[in-house]
């Protein structure tokens, strides 16, 4: 699969107030989050070897999205946890009295399973965040990535409702950044995205945005089928439909033209024509 990678020149001459805060945001966070946690190995508190292993999946029981908690209110018991599937050896599971599984679909979002997970859900967000962002407006675009991450994390979990999924630990951004993809295609589908590709050995080439992300979206639809555990691929699915249908309804309203006074003319179109801005 081809790989993007930021275009320097994408958001040239935007003004400074419209930088991509939100996204910058995130990406903090979601690193600030995994330095601190055991996934990462820095911190010495989770100890080491197989002591952090074990501390790693108390951590991730507690703050991940378990799709059988979500549908029951309530956290599973020792029994049901002892019960899940390709358990860690040599890590007895322990229930997590307290958690709130409502409260987990959003955790779940800043948590993250390795460095590579965590690097390529940041990669996309970098790419193709800012120029969604961009669009929504910062509150808006913070409301639909929580949103679309929530609803995706739902999604799987009645999708697997009666799986052996159902008892897995569900974590990462990559139902909201899914749905961020979308949005992007949605807003700009000709925008020329520049990508590594593994089979020309990592060739930088630039490719329209609908080639890029609807190749990826068809992977990912054709891997739900085929791929074995470890990765849910239907939570990148969902996102992504999401994201577009919530971005054809953004896309079809039109901006409100006040009409200038006569004499006048507006400061935002010379002329008081308007201006449409080309894709990044």
């Given at each position: 699969?081809?790989i993007?990678?930021?275009?320097?020149g994408a958001?040239?001459?935007r003004?400074?107030?419209?930088a991509?805060a939100?996204?910058y945001?995130?990406i903090?966070?979601?690193?600030?989050?995994?330095l601190l946690g055991?996934a990462?190995g820095?911190?010495?508190l989770?100890?080491r070897d197989?002591a952090?292993?074990?501390?790693?999946q108390r951590?991730?029981?507690?703050?991940g999205?378990?799709?059988?908690?979500?549908?029951?209110?309530h956290?599973?018991?020792?029994d049901?946890?002892?019960?899940?599937?390709?358990?860690?050896?040599g890590?007895?599971?322990?229930?997590?009295?307290?958690?709130?599984p409502?409260?987990?679909?959003?955790?779940?979002?800043f948590?993250?399973?390795g460095?590579?997970?965590l690097?390529?859900n940041?990669?996309?967000?970098?790419?193709?965040?800012?120029a969604?962002e961009?669009?929504?407006?910062?509150?808006?675009f913070?409301?639909?990535?929580?949103?679309?991450g929530a609803?995706?994390?739902?999604?799987?979990a009645?999708?697997?409702?009666?799986?052996?999924?159902?008892?897995r630990v569900?974590?990462?951004?990559s139902?909201a950044?899914?749905a961020v993809?979308?949005?992007?295609l949605?807003f700009?589908?000709?925008?020329r995205?520049?990508t590594?590709?593994p089979?020309?050995?990592?060739?930088?080439?630039?490719?329209p945005?609908w080639?890029?992300?609807?190749?990826?979206f068809?992977?990912?639809w054709?891997?739900?089928h085929?791929a074995?555990p470890?990765?849910?691929?239907?939570?990148?699915?969902?996102?992504?439909?999401?994201?577009?249908l919530f971005a054809?309804?953004?896309?079809?309203?039109?901006?409100?033209?006040?009409?200038?006074r006569d004499?006048?003319?507006?400061?935002?179109?010379?002329?008081?024509?308007?201006?449409?801005s080309t894709?990044p």
């Amino acid at each position: 699969m081809a790989i993007p990678v930021p275009h320097p020149g994408a958001h040239r001459g935007r003004p400074a107030a419209t930088a991509p805060a939100v996204c910058y945001a995130l990406i903090a966070l979601n690193t600030a989050v995994f330095l601190l946690g055991p996934a990462a190995g820095l911190n010495p508190l989770y100890g080491r070897d197989q002591a952090r292993v074990c501390a790693e999946q108390r951590y991730e029981q507690r703050w991940g999205a378990v799709p059988a908690e979500l549908l029951t209110g309530h956290p599973l018991t020792a029994d049901q946890l002892a019960e899940a599937p390709e358990p860690v050896p040599g890590c007895p599971a322990s229930a997590t009295p307290g958690k709130h599984p409502a409260l987990s679909v959003l955790s779940a979002l800043f948590l993250h399973a390795g460095w590579l997970h965590l690097l390529g859900n940041l990669l996309f967000l970098h790419v193709f965040g800012p120029a969604v962002e961009h669009r929504l407006g910062r509150p808006r675009f913070l409301l639909f990535y929580l949103a679309a991450g929530a609803l995706t994390t739902y999604g799987f979990a009645l999708a697997e409702a009666h799986s052996a999924d159902s008892t897995r630990v569900l974590i990462g951004a990559s139902g909201a950044i899914s749905a961020v993809l979308g949005s992007y295609l949605r807003f700009h589908p000709h925008a020329r995205v520049t990508t590594l590709v593994p089979l020309l050995l990592f060739l930088p080439l630039r490719f329209p945005a609908w080639l890029v992300l609807g190749l990826w979206f068809a992977l990912q639809w054709w891997s739900v089928h085929s791929a074995g555990p470890g990765v849910a691929y239907l939570v990148h699915v969902i996102g992504f439909m999401a994201g577009f249908l919530f971005a054809c309804t953004v896309a079809e309203r039109r901006p409100r033209r006040t009409r200038p006074r006569d004499g006048a003319t507006d400061a935002r179109y010379p002329g008081g024509t308007s201006q449409r801005s080309t894709p990044p």
